[in-house]
């Protein structure tokens, strides 16, 4: 009776469905933060082991909710697939499959920023104009950053900070891209 006991044990445990790793025609699911890597200037600056946004969840009534930030969001995928718009911020997709969803932070179209409103005002924090990289940045007088491209055009910038014990805010590297890893939970 034993024996059998554990060969059905065994039977059903063997008959769990793997879990499909593939590529993945929409984002529809829960991610959890995986990792962010910070960009500027086309060169590396920094990486983080978590995302600016901690879990995404993508409904498939076009709805998707966002850790950190109150309400719901529209989100479409473009036609080619290469692109997910979430309200108005805007990813290039990298690579979405049942094991990664890599997102390259473009935009957010309304402010250049986050969906996240900031209650202090970054422009008592850092000053500008100043050189980072080679590259001067300066304000657009609206609390947004920006330095010059080599072809002329305005590039918008945000910093990585962390604060210390004292309450100090330290700007740790400057970023104009990032590419967020999520994965399914």
């Known amino acids: 009776m034993k024996r059998i006991l554990i060969l059905v044990i065994v039977v059903l445990a063997s008959c769990k469905p793997e879990v499909y790793l593939g590529p993945l025609e929409s984002p529809v ?13 086309g060169e590396i ?23 950190g930030v ?9 036609e080619t697939g290469d692109s997910l718009i979430v309200d108005s911020l805007a990813w290039h997709i990298e690579e979405l499959t049942g094991r990664f969803m890599k997102l390259e932070y473009l935009e957010d179209f ?10 202090e005002s970054e422009e ?7 050189e980072y990289k080679g590259k001067t940045i300066v304000s657009d007088g609206k609390g947004g950053y920006m330095y010059t491209g080599t072809d002329g055009k305005d590039i918008p910038c945000r910093y990585y900070e962390h604060i210390e014990e004292d309450g100090t805010q330290v ?15």
């Open 110 to 119: 309304r402010t250049g920023g986050t969906v996240i409103d900031t209650e």
């Open 171 to 185: 700007a740790d590297w400057w970023f104009d891209s990032r590419l967020d890893t999520y994965k399914p939970f």
């Open 124 to 130: 008592e924090f850092i000053q500008t104009p100043l």
């Open 70 to 78: 109150k309400g719901a969001f529209i989100y479409h995928m473009s």
């Open 45 to 67: 600056v920094g990486q983080n082991n978590s995302c600016e946004y901690s879990a995404i969840s993508f409904y498939k009534d076009s709805l998707c909710c966002m850790e």
């Open 29 to 41: 699911g829960n991610w959890r933060s995986s990792e962010s890597i910070y960009y500027f200037n």
